[in-house]
Structures are given as structure tokens and as C-alpha cells.
């Protein structure tokens, strides 16, 4: 199939290098020309403009916005809107509010235009890994757009299939899936981003525990000089606590122990918060996940290991680096 990708940082650029990979055609646009001409080089078809875009895109179009939440995607979709037809599709793969997704979808909806919001995991890693995708709007859209979403998501590969999945049916073991009407693909990917920071907080506040154990507050009978690189690698296997996150772990801690490249200040980028503001709408106890959002706020004024740790996952995982204080 044919797409458009506005967008060409991280994410987006991984994308197209895999649905390229993959077999599909890619239109590309972003800010920068030299990005443009680096994916040209490498096989998608450059623009120049939108207006250029959206001309080189073949009708029905879709493209997929993949650009920074808020008024970057809200620009990008109003100016793509002003360009494409009825039976276009616009996909926001970022990590928009889901209250947004449903605004946009019906003022689009008016005008015959799909509108796609695709909750998208993967991070850095997403080029050879896949990336699980959480998909919502218009199933006709969606049905159209499978083969692309087939493409990007990671496919069974070695995970052991689920008992009893195979009478289930549906796209869920191959790593996306249609969530429901408009916002729903991004409400999912909101309340995964929530679990997200209490499992990160989980993994921190144990190897600080590990890291303190040698204490001279502690009697000496009690401390342990504890190797926590080869605590995060003996967990990795056949643990019931292991995960994507603690290979993560593993893999910062065997590089520098003491994690001294972080400071430990660690940012959130929206999606727990609005999780929060979720469970307090639908009056959802959520004591781990609060925990775990104003942690992050408490690591901007002082640090721990736990801190770094957390800030070491961002990076492993996302490519997320440390913001320095105000005036620091």
C-alpha cells in the first residue's frame, strides 16, 4: 500500500524505514529538508510542501501525523483536512488526549474525511521490534489500513501463544488491534502509559532498596554489598517480575552501575496524568499510578537512585533524555 508520514523524527522515520522494508510505498514530509532528502535517498518519496504531499498521495489517501501531541498534531491535522477529500484517512500516532481524538474526528467526520487515533508503543526499538498498536475510529478505515498496520506491529514471532487464544480470533497476538470508536485506540495507550510509570516505580524503589543495603545505618550483620547489574540479568530469567522494562534495566545497569550519566530528574509526558484524571472521572481507586506520577514530580526537586533508574529506563526505551533544571 501507499502512505503519507508527516513526521520523520524517532518514531515516524522507524516507521517508514519498515513499511518500506516491508514492501508499502511512502510518501514522507517534515520541517526539516534534509530528513526529507535522507528518506528519499533511501527509497520514499520526498515533498516539499503539503500541498506537495498531499498531491503525491494516491486517492483514497491516508496519512499518518506523527509529530508532538498537542498543537503540532492539532495544526497538522487542520492543515492536512484543508487538502484531502471525502474517503481520506488521517492518522494521529502520537499521543494525543482522547477527548481531542473524538473533537477532531467529528469535525472531520462532516466532511467524509477517517480519522484514526493509533495509540503506538515501541519507542526506539519499534524498527526491528514491531510496534504494538491500539487503534481507534472507523472500522471501514481501519479494515482498509490493515495491511500497513500489519506490517509495523511485531507479529506472533517467538512469544508462546496465550492457551485458548487461537479460538479467539482477531489481530490482538499480532501486536495491534481495533479498540473501538474515535479516542478509544488513544485511551488505551493512555492508561498502558499510567501502568507504565507504576511498573517503572516498581523496578526503582526495589533497586534503591538494593543499592542502600550496605548502610552504615544498618547493624553489620545485616548489610549486603549487592550487585544489582546481576540482580536486574539473574531476574531477566524465569522471574515472574521479568519484562521488556527490567531488560531495559539490565542492560543500563551493566553499563554503568552506579547510572552517574543521570541526575535523576524525571519527566512525564502527559498520558499519566490524564490517567489520573480518568480513574478520578469513573471514581477508580488508582493509588500505585498517582504514586508513581508524583514521584516523578518529587524527582524534579531531589534525587535518588530510584530517580536515575527511572530516567535510565526513559532513555533505554525511548530515546528520552534527561531535561536539565531551570537555571541549572
Not at 291 to 314: I, P, V
Amino acid at each position: 500500500m501507499q502512505l503519507g508520514m508527516v513526521g520523520l523524527g524517532r518514531m515516524g522515520g522507524n516507521m517508514v524505514r519498515r513499511l518500506m522494508k516491508g514492501g508499502h510505498q511512502c510518501v514522507v514530509t517534515d520541517l526539516s529538508p534534509q530528513a526529507v532528502a535522507e528518506f528519499t535517498k533511501e527509497g520514499a518519496t520526498g515533498s516539499t510542501s503539503l500541498d506537495d504531499f498531499a498531491g503525491k498521495l494516491t486517492k483514497p489517501r491516508a496519512a499518518w501525523v506523527m509529530v508532538p501531541a498537542g498543537n503540532p498534531t492539532e495544526q497538522t491535522v487542520n492543515a492536512l483536512a484543508q487538502r484531502f477529500e471525502a474517503g481520506d484517512t488521517i492518522i494521529d500516532g502520537g499521543n494525543s488526549y482522547f477527548k481531542d481524538d473524538v473533537r477532531r474526528s467529528q469535525k472531520l467526520k462532516d466532511r467524509g474525511i477517517h480519522y484514526l487515533d493509533v495509540g503506538t508503543s515501541g519507542g526506539v526499538w519499534g524498527i526491528e521490534r514491531g510496534y504494538c498498536m491500539m487503534i481507534g475510529g472507523p472500522k471501514e478505515a481501519f479494515d482498509r489500513l490493515d495491511p500497513i498496520f500489519r506490517t509495523l506491529a511485531p507479529g506472533i514471532g517467538d512469544i508462546p501463544r496465550t492457551p485458548g487464544r487461537e479460538k479467539l480470533g482477531g489481530t490482538a497476538e499480532l501486536g495491534y488491534m481495533y479498540c473501538g470508536p474515535s479516542g478509544a485506540g488513544h485511551f488505551v495507550k493512555m492508561v498502558h502509559n499510567g501502568i507504565e510509570y507504576g511498573l517503572m516505580q516498581a523496578y526503582a524503589e526495589g533497586f534503591d532498596i538494593f543499592r542502600n543495603a550496605n548502610s552504615d545505618q544498618l547493624p553489620p550483620e545485616h548489610r549486603y554489598n549487592l550487585n544489582t547489574a546481576d540482580i536486574a540479568e539473574v531476574w531477566r530469567r524465569g522471574s515472574v517480575v521479568s519484562s521488556w522494562l527490567l531488560d531495559l534495566t539490565a542492560m543500563a545497569l551493566a553499563e554503568n552501575p552506579n547510572l552517574s550519566e543521570y541526575t535523576g530528574f524525571v519527566q512525564d509526558s502527559g498520558e499519566g496524568r490524564w490517567t489520573i484524571n480518568a480513574a478520578i472521572e469513573e471514581a477508580v481507586p488508582a493509588e500505585v499510578l498517582s504514586a508513581a506520577l508524583y514521584t516523578r514530580f518529587r524527582s524534579r526537586q531531589e534525587h535518588t537512585f530510584a530517580e536515575k533508574l527511572l530516567s535510565a529506563m526513559r532513555q533505554k526505551f525511548g530515546g528520552h533524555i534527561e531535561q536539565k533544571k531551570q537555571g541549572a
